[in-house]
């Protein structure tokens, strides 16, 4: 029979698998990473940045503006024009 130390742990190290498991890292990406992302400059992705319906940044501070890459291409994907 498992000791109540030996459960406990036994519990721990099934959470933290489930976890890590479920986990994604974030990317971020700066202006000039979205710049790179679109092939416009990074004015450009700068003011594309603040349209109404740009995503929120995931990070704000100071001067420093960081965006889930994948927030960033949904907005691409969703704003595609069409090229026929």
Do not use: Y
């Amino acid at each position: 029979m498992a000791t109540l130390r030996e459960q406990d742990e036994s519990v721990f190290r099934e959470t933290v698998f489930r976890a890590s498991s479920s986990f994604r890292a974030m990317a971020l990406v700066g202006i000039k990473e979205i710049a790179e992302m679109l092939g416009v400059s990074r004015t450009r992705a700068d003011q594309l940045s603040r349209r109404p319906n740009f995503p929120e940044p995931k990070i704000r501070h100071a001067r420093v503006r960081l965006w889930e890459d994948t927030d960033v291409k949904a907005w691409m994907e969703a704003n595609r024009r069409s090229r026929d």
